[in-house]
């Protein structure tokens, strides 16, 4: 079946992006840079639907783009795909772009009710839990008609699971900072760790890391940025440690840039990740990485990088990495040329590129892909 919605020559393709919302994390902002890049060009019309309100919103340029709220209950009201799918006829949307899993599942559902219109699953990580709600979208998953993914790990995801389809792999934007240039005020043990305080981010052993480092060498300095479900079981850690004056637990904040610039290291031991973005962040505002050894970290530091921790699931391991790290003559920018020659070719305009080409060659939907079986 062709695409009735096929662009020709003299129309813009239009594209709708579905967030459910814009809560915390990487994939949240990564979406914002991504869509304000796209509503400055002139090939594609966007249209962006959010179903919840969320603590990026900000973030959007939302003048120069058409914002859309769905306005039901909750990630699982069904009413969500009818009002999806009525932007989707009224619009004459060309692609789909749904965005992180409470907006695969209706995306599905919504397209199935419009096949004229392509559908693109976004894929930020590498692994999930075994629950219905992952199991569910692997199902649905692999009749999207293109999954672009943000790092190899989670294009090899969805091959493990039989798509079949059209796939890309397109990295992240990466912004330079707004202090760039400017000196730090950064002390020689001083570390951060920025994210959500989740299992994924292996948070728990990071800071009983921190606890021991600061057991063994009391002039270390520790800030937690982020908020999450563990965050109780981390300050009864650091409690019980006697440590509390060494390290912080900051909360969620806008101002990532300024607190960035009052450490040496970032450290980050999670168990995986998509493209890491705050990992890339730290990386263009002078930090240098203490990160365990997993294959999303080493394809943005190169396999030779020197403050890999191989054995991350220890924390006496990830103690003696962060002082070696402190006395070591390689904690400098010469040990990020790999990291910075990945982040010259994630400039906005050069990924959306990438996005764009991938969009267009969408013009023919074969409504068999999403029939069942």
């Given at each position: 079946?062709t ?36 509503s ?5 019309r ?7 309100p ?10 120069r ?6 306005g039901a ?13 009525r932007?989707l006829?009224?619009?004459r ?29 976004a ?5 999930y ?29 969805w ?10 792999v ?5 912004t ?24 994924q981010?292996?948070?728990i052993t990071?800071?009983?890391a921190l ?33 509390s004056?060494?390290?912080e ?19 980050s ?20 990485p ?5 294959p ?29 790290a ?13 990291a ?6 994630m ?11 991938l ?9 068999s ?5």
């Amino acid at each position: 079946m062709t695409n009735g919605n096929k662009p020709g020559p003299n129309r813009r393709i239009t594209v709708a992006f579905f967030i459910s919302s814009l809560g915390d994390g990487g994939a949240q902002k990564q979406f914002a840079l991504l869509a304000n890049e796209l509503s400055r060009r002139d090939d594609v019309r966007l249209i962006v639907v959010r179903n919840l309100p969320g603590i990026h919103d900000h973030l959007l340029d939302e003048d120069r783009m058409d914002c859309r709220w769905l306005g039901a209950s909750g990630n699982y009201d069904p009413r969500i795909i009818t009002r999806l799918r009525r932007v989707l006829r009224d619009e004459r949307v060309d692609v789909l772009f749904s965005w992180l899993q409470a907006a695969d599942v209706p995306a599905f559902f919504a397209r199935s009710l419009h096949p004229s219109t392509a559908w693109v699953l976004a894929e930020r990580d590498s692994a999930y839990p075994k629950n219905w709600r992952f199991v569910l979208r692997d199902w649905l998953g692999v009749r999207a008609d293109a999954i672009v993914a943000n790092s190899e790990a989670g294009a090899e995801y969805w091959g493990r699971r039989g798509y079949r389809g059209r796939h890309a792999v397109i990295s992240n934007i990466v912004t330079p900072s707004q202090d760039a240039g400017e000196a730090s005020s950064a002390g020689q043990h001083t570390a951060l760790f920025v994210g959500r305080l989740e299992p994924q981010k292996n948070v728990i052993t990071t800071v009983q890391a921190l606890c021991v480092a600061v057991s063994r060498n009391a002039r270390w300095r520790f800030s937690l940025v982020g908020q999450g479900s563990q965050l109780p079981v981390l300050k009864g850690i650091v409690e019980d440690a006697g440590v509390s004056s060494a390290i912080e637990f900051v909360g969620f904040t806008h101002e990532v840039d300024s607190v960035m610039r009052r450490f040496r290291f970032l450290v980050s031991m999670s168990l995986h990740e998509g493209l890491p973005n705050v990992l890339l962040e730290a990386i263009t505002r002078g930090l240098i990485p203490i990160v365990s050894r997993i294959p999303e970290h080493e394809a943005v530091l190169g396999p030779n990088y020197p403050f890999y921790v191989n054995e991350y699931g220890d924390a006496s391991s990830i103690a003696e990495m962060l002082e070696i790290a402190s006395v070591s003559p390689l904690a400098n920018s010469s040990s990020l040329a790999h990291a910075r020659g990945l982040v010259a070719s994630m400039a906005p305009g050069l990924v959306a590129d990438e996005y764009i080409k991938l969009f267009q060659s969408l013009g023919a939907v074969d409504a068999s892909v999403i029939v069942d079986g």
